[in-house]
């Protein structure tokens, strides 16, 4: 039943993805943000699928089982990330569609008339992706290891070749529409499960949560269980998540697909009827910590809805394979559509100053997507020798950084090019250097940084006082310059 | 919906934000939402607390919409509008 269900579902989301890239022009506007002709239902599954991973499904009953009531913090941080793009998302909008600017780094780079400013953040952009794919694509691998007892990479291989080859051809119409199709199964599969196994195992989430508070009561309160999670460790995650959220280059980029200003600010409004998809996972995460043998890896959901005292095992173990599939399709079809929208018209075109046209460019973007998703595949079957959440610690820290340009150049019209190259290059350059020292000179590391404090917050300090030092300084820009950007 | 009303609510949303992200950090969140009494419909109050501040957000970000007080601007279609 597990393959079928996986075969019919991957060759509906290629016809699906490839249908809907047909509807479109096929230039490269078309490939970057779909025409900006996504309406209400379109942009509510764009956010919220992409949003919720792999790492989201599978992560957060591991996180309940590790560390308790610490798993909040991705409800915690989601209730406010979504605020920013209230604020300035209908804005980015209407500038973009009226300087035809398609990508974060492209938008900024045009605000502050600097192509230096476009390659810097795309590079650092498409640094910040790459291990985020490489966890979409260990998902879809452990799926396809459990259901077909294939191996992992070549499991991730078949799937992502599925989503390679909607993306190329369908753009982002592709993924909107198959974000419609992934977003649907994983909320349906999410709820029925989260309800439907503490009823049959403990007779509801009612009782399921009095075992907890008698047996386990930790795991519902911080700090948690040991090592334990303290009120300052806590407070740094869930803020360091709200102020970098917005500024991951695949979402910021869903501004300029919407079809109109409102609908960008209508999509903040709705999201967090998606948020509540969280909430089925803890559930699940309180169930399987109550059961003997429970594994404490990303593994412990497909070990729950396979556990031999529930009825109907074997069809729930399909449709929770399905629904991790749809988490990690739909997260990882956005990072390989929007790095290589960042690579061609970020690197490339503005970077180097290539001069592409309009069909080279589409082909471009399209062979990018293989290239990355090839990346990706080599990087996952090097995944036993590097550190994942190594590399995650720096992609969280990078697109922090773009909070003080996204700031500053939106509200403060003495930010000028020359600050917000020289604010962003001191805080990438403190958030590498201190990455690496951890890594290489760990006690030169604990000099410098004696409380562990976050590097994305470091960095961020440092980059904000550059910026608005050098923006006094130096001249302001062009006030009919200013105006174009409504400033 | 325009004039000094509509800046003022518009001018004071974003510290309404502020307030309520600072609900959810130290030291409102150890103090008001992380413990597991009072429970609501069997669920700790450290889990009902987010969801709540969830809920408060979400009710004030659709009034704010609904109110067109927050940069309602309407589009001027793509790429051939103005300022």
């Not at chain 1, 490939?31 to 599954?45: A, D």
């Not at chain 1, 799937?159 to 993306?167: C, D």
């Not at chain 1, 803020?239 to 917005?246: D, K, N, V, W």
């Not at chain 1, 992609?395 to 917000?420: E, K």
């Amino acid at each position: 039943m597990g393959s079928a269900l996986i075969f019919g579902y991957l060759g509906f989301a290629l016809v699906l993805g490839i249908w809907a890239g047909r509807r479109g022009s096929g230039g490269s506007d078309d490939f970057i943000t779909g025409e900006r002709s996504f309406g209400p239902v379109l942009m509510y599954f764009v956010m919220g699928a992409m949003v919720f991973s792999a790492y989201a499904l599978l992560g957060t009953p591991q996180r309940v089982m590790v560390k308790g009531s610490d798993a909040f913090y991705a409800l915690a941080y989601g209730a406010v990330a979504f605020v920013p793009i209230f604020f300035f998302g209908a804005r980015v909008r209407r500038i973009g569609a009226r300087e035809g600017l398609v990508t974060q780094a492209e938008f900024f780079g045009a605000r502050f008339a600097s192509r230096r400013l476009t390659a810097i953040m795309g590079l650092a952009s498409l640094l910040a992706c790459v291990p985020y794919i490489v966890i979409q694509f260990k998902g879809a691998g452990i799926v396809m290891q459990q259901v077909l007892g294939w191996d992992p990479v070549l499991g991730a291989a078949v799937v992502y070749a599925v989503v390679t080859l909607y993306v190329m051809f369908g753009g982002m119409r592709g993924v909107g529409w198959t974000n419609v199709l992934q977003g649907v199964v994983m909320l349906a599969v999410v709820w029925w499960l989260g309800l439907e196994i503490p009823q049959q195992l403990f007779g509801g989430v009612g009782p399921m949560f009095d075992r907890v508070i008698a047996e386990r009561p930790e795991y519902l309160t911080l700090p948690g269980p040991a090592p334990g999670t303290s009120d300052a460790q806590w407070s740094a995650e869930v803020l360091l998540s709200i102020l970098g959220f917005t500024m991951w280059p695949q979402v910021f980029m869903k501004c300029f697909t919407a079809r109109s200003a409102r609908l960008v600010q209508h999509s903040a409004v709705v999201y967090p009827t998606f948020l509540l998809f969280l909430v089925p996972l803890f559930f699940l995460g309180y169930a399987a910590l109550l059961l003997p043998g429970a594994p404490k890896d990303e593994r412990v959901l497909l070990w729950l809805v396979g556990h031999p005292s529930l009825a109907g095992g074997e069809l729930m173990t399909a449709c929770f394979s399905l629904a991790v599939l749809a988490a990690s399709m739909s997260t990882g079809d956005a990072l390989l559509h929007g790095g290589s929208s960042i690579f061609v018209r970020d690197v490339l075109i503005k970077g180097a100053g290539l001069q592409l046209s309009e069909r080279v460019q589409t082909w471009t973007l399209r062979i990018t997507v293989v290239v990355l998703g090839v990346l990706g595949l080599w990087m996952m079957s090097l995944a036993g020798r590097w550190s994942l959440v190594d590399l995650l610690l720096l992609a969280y820290a990078v697109p922090v950084q773009f909070l003080t340009i996204t700031l500053l150049g939106l509200y403060w019209r003495r930010a000028n090019g020359v600050a917000a190259v020289g604010g962003l290059c001191a805080g990438l350059g403190l958030v590498i250097a201190l990455f690496a020292a951890s890594k290489l000179a760990p006690t030169v590391y604990a000099a410098i940084n004696p409380w562990d404090l976050q590097i994305g917050v470091l960095g961020l300090v440092v980059n904000l006082a550059v910026m608005v030092a050098l923006s006094l300084a130096t001249p302001p820009m062009a006030k009919s310059h200013l105006q174009r950007f409504e400033l | 919906m325009t004039g000094p009303v509509t800046r003022t609510i518009a001018r004071v949303a974003p510290l309404f934000f502020v307030a309520t992200t600072a609900l959810l950090v130290a030291p409102l969140y150890p103090w008001l939402g992380d413990s597991i009494e009072p429970r609501v419909l069997g669920l700790p109050w450290s889990l009902v607390y987010v969801l709540l501040v969830i809920v408060v957000n979400a009710v004030a970000l659709t009034g704010l919409y609904m109110a067109r007080v927050v940069d309602a601007r309407e589009d001027e279609g793509d790429g051939g509008g103005h300022g």
